[in-house]
């Protein structure tokens, strides 16, 4: 007995002692710029334990005390190791540099750990330097078309920057610009995007599987990370092109403490046409159109546990149109205008409360706004009139979180937090002011406010969430998303599950599924076409249900021959609740517009191939997605199930970047998609449906049957969307020259749009032909061939 | 390779465009395909004298440029057989004018089933059955001088109708309100002869809206099935009082009903133009085009 009671004196502490675990934590990032990595691979060799950064570069990990051989990995950057015994708590940053020796040219995906080893599907990151090096439209960047380019993501129609995810819709996608939603995110009626390339850090877009900390979206998440500025020293990047010009800065207001990033765009078109317009009307009449946008973001370090960051966005496009005449004393002026844009900001303040948790608070403000005002004023001799009219709508959010990220030990990477938003939906107000008078006295005036009322509403949701690993080969992120909505006085609540698995197979082939359950509480009254500035965001009410949606995929994925990573995944993706314009009615259609949406539901369904090359001097992917997507709702098509309008059987893209040496490299895309589906006519005959006949028939009056006075000549179609429109294909190239001057280095930049000038559809309508008298089909395009240029600097 | 000769090749692929005329913004499309079918709007109620059809043949859309605008006439030649619920048939189509056909049948009764055939020889039979509705018949009137206004301001009287919805089945509901005025056409005899304005009616009820004429109201049960309801119809009473009003409450089948929404929708989305939401003109006949409905009216004169 006293043996065995020795022994366990001896041994138990040696137990308790092998068990002592100690965290390293601390954070990644970039050695040139300060710049916070996320996603950055720590990898401990000897336990066979690693973890990823979060958004903000931190890392944690706790291992048994040992000897530890950690390797810091990130694609593009150097591999860092770092050797210790951890007998203790460590805090400890790395540094990346670059990795010049690879050439590696940063492309979709990388900045992740490998395909196989991540839980999550059905996510992308699309770093900036791929972004940028994609040919475009007039050669302006645009994040949102690059997303475009991906599998599971579709174009609404020529040259639009409106994203349809999965068999979404537009206002299905919740887009973040550092935190912050952008209800608006296009400039141009959606031909741009109102991200300006140059102040943008990373972008990632999430179509399904979507983790418990996500919520008030069905179809996509797109998170757009602002640059946070240097904090070593001044850098600037600036270009020249066709229709903008772009300045960016960045450097440290305070060296390694305090750092801005200013970055604006501008258009010059008003300025290019503006002469021309008043030379061609002899000097009457004015007309102009610009956008421009301004990103600011200051990042401070307090402490190595206290970081606060502070980033705004404002971006407006405007419209204006003035005439004047003067004729034998008759002076009139009018004039239109229209202006929309978003303003955003935010204040978050990152907190390292342990080795193990860390908190991001933030305070969110984003309001979006649309007006358009016209304007008449006329005088002759003694009479004068002046007549207004101001229209104005939009949204204003005031948003609180808190997101915890809590690793209690490598198994497990457990986020949890909440929010809170206060929406206030303006649906639309008219100011109308007339007024006339002779001899400078007032003989008629109107100036009063038309339209609905403003909608207060509060949106909640909290979230838990467990990265786990169980295993060696299976891996799962388990969470549950709660939210609520109370507008006028009306409450709603839901519960979302979230689960993803991973399993990975011996040939390290990894086989994924997820189940996620979304609600939307608000949505975008709109047309199913062009992203117009007078789509108004509107909330659930009483009336308008909230938007529901389930979504299953599953799907492998395997990293082959260390370069390529190739992955399909198939998904299914049930929605219900969603708006529609009733059939009959208009986004131009005056009253409550609630009596103007009926409700239904949707179903998509397909599955998407992505093979992408990371590496080497030729880089790029190829992406095909074979897919469905359905509507039906109860007042639509007389209730039948038909095509989502952008229901795409086929959509292929293939993209590529080839560096031909380090001063010159090519770059290419090719796009092809089935044809959107239109809603067309295709035979007329003519009905009637009288009112009632009355006729007197001794004492009592009777029914006297229909009268056809004058049938309607009505329109048949055999189904809603039943029609396509011809395939969509375009092929764009561009070519860059790099060259290193002594002060700075600059790059021309040549390239075209749409390069073998494919008539690709726009739009259909009907019309005639003189030769034949008869009505013919027609298309009308938008974009034939399209060279631009741009000359960008960076010094 | 020199810098100059990457710009050269690069124009050199720029210069291979123009597959099509490269200067042209619109070219020619197939148009849908098209089968030419019949077409009919065959609406009867129970308590019709006589009964019209139209019958008419669906054209392609491309057909010609001139065709368009409506009023153009419709198909003559065709035969109508109404097969009633007790086995008896009539047919009818030799009196046809520019595609109406007019019958005379006589009264039908609640649940009966009425099945409509219409042949042509250049086109494939169509058919569709009806039944009669179960009348409804309000239980009170109350004729209110001051109803409020409409929906666009303007002073209205109205008639406040209650019933009692059948409850457990869909029930439809076409509403109208006449003014009954006479002339004197024999004043030896005095003898009258009377006739029936149509009001403009309207109605601020959830559950009601206006129809394809903007006179009747078409009233659907979904929000208030099984329940006494209470509708208000307005008016612009225009103060003659020497008028009676007439109030026809029709109970319609959903085929009637939704054949006049569409219709109604159809004439709104040409508001908007090419900004008008597509819509589903409502068909129940088989092989082809149209609607055959019914209606069993109760008319009172207040």
Partial sequence: MK??????????????????KFTISGYVEDSDSGEKLLGVNIYDANSGSGTVSNTYGFYSLTLPKDSIILSISYVGYDTRYYKAYLDKDISMNFKMGSDVALEEVVVVGEKFEK????????????????????????????????????????????????????????????????????????????????????????????????????????????????????????????????????????GPIVKDKTSLLLSGRRTYIDVLARPLIKAQSEGQSEAGYFFDDINAKINHKFSEKDRLFLSLYTGRDKFGLTERYDFNGNENKTGFGLQWGNLTGSMRWNHLWSNKLFSNATLTYSKYKFTTSALDEYSFDTYDSEFSLDYDAGIEDVGAKIDFDWVPNPNHFIRFGGSVVAHDFNPGLFNIFSSEKENDVEVFKIDTVLGQKEVYATELAVYVEDDMKIGERLKANVGIHVSGFNVRGKNYASFQPRIGLRYLLDSGLAIKASYSQMRQYIQLLTNEGIGLPTDLWLPSTDK?????????????????????????EAYYKEMSNLTAYKEGSSFFQLGPWEDRITQGSGTSYGGEFLVQKKKGRLTGWVGYTLSWSFRQFPGLNLGREFPFKYDRRHDISVVGTYKINERISVAGTWVYGTGNAVTLANSVYNGDYSPVELIQQGEIPVTAGQNFFGPNRLEFYNDRNDFRMRAYHRLDVGVTFTKQKKRYKRTWAFGAYNTYNRKNPFFIFVGSDPQTDKNVLKQASLFPVIPYFSWKFEF | MKTSNYIFLFLMILSFWGCEDFFSTTIDVDPPEYTPQLAATAIF????????????????????????????????????????????????????????????????????????????????????????????????????????????????????????????????????????????????????????????????????????????????????????????????DYGDQSNSLVVVFNSITEARFKYAKSLR??????????????????????????????????IEEL
């Fill in chain 2, 45 to 236: 109620n129970s308590t019709d004298t006589t009964v019209q059809v139209y019958v008419d043949n669906s054209k392609d859309i491309f057909a010609s440029r001139r065709f368009g605008g409506g009023g153009e006439s419709g198909l003559d030649g065709a035969t109508i057989e109404v097969v009633r619920g007790n086995g008896t048939i009539s047919t009818f189509g030799s009196n046809s004018f520019e595609g109406i056909y007019q019958g005379f049948l006589s009264a039908f009764e609640d649940n009966e089933e009425i099945t409509i055939n219409i042949s042509h020889p250049d086109y494939e039979t169509i058919t569709a059955t009806q039944k009669v509705p179960t009348k409804v018949i309000p239980t009170n009137y109350r004729y209110i001088e001051n109803a409020g206004t409409d929906e666009y301001g303007y002073a209205t009287s109205g008639v406040e109708i209650t019933f009692d919805d059948p409850p457990g089945e869909s029930n439809f509901y076409e509403v109208a309100l006449l003014f009954k005025d006479s002339v004197l056409t024999d004043p030896i005899n005095e003898i009258y002869e009377y006739y029936f304005n149509q009001t403009y009616n309207t109605s601020l009820d959830p559950n009601a809206s206006q129809g394809p004429n903007y006179s009747d109201l078409f009233v659907s049960d979904v929000g208030f099935d099984g329940d006494k309801y209470k509708l208000l119809v307005q008016f612009e």
């Fill in chain 1, 115 to 250: 395909i196989e080893e991540e839980t999550r599907m059905s996510t992308v990151g699309v770093p900036i330097e791929t972004i940028k090096s994609i040919p475009a439209l007039l050669g302006e960047t645009d994040v949102l078309k690059v997303l475009q380019l991906l599998p599971g993501v579709q174009s609404g129609g020529e040259g639009q920057s409106g994203l349809y995810v999965r068999g979404g819709s537009p206002d299905q996608n919740l887009i973040l610009l550092d935190g912050v939603p952008v209800y608006n995110a296009s400039h141009l009626f959606g031909f741009f995007s109102v991200f300006n390339a140059d102040a943008v850090k990373d972008v990632t877009l999430t179509k399904g599987g979507f983790p418990a900390r996500y919520g008030g979206r069905l179809s996509s998440v797109i998170e757009i990370n602002m640059k946070e500025g240097d904090k070593d020293d001044w850098h600037g990047t600036g270009s020249i092109g066709l229709i903008a010009s772009k300045l960016t800065i960045e």
């Fill in chain 2, 265 to 298: 929708a159809f004439s709104d989305s040409g508001d908007f133009g090419p900004f008008g939401e597509p819509v589903t003109i409502f068909s129940n006949f088989e092989n082809g085009l149209g609607t055959f409905g019914f209606g069993n009216p109760h």
């Fill in chain 1, 544 to 568: 308008v249900l909230p938007q529901d949606s389930w979504q299953a995929a599953i799907g492998v994925a395997k990293t082959v021959k260390k370069d390529y990573e190739v992955s399909f």
């Fill in chain 1, 3 to 20: 043996h065995y009671l020795l022994a366990m004196f001896i041994v138990l502490p040696m137990l308790l002692f092998g068990q002592q």
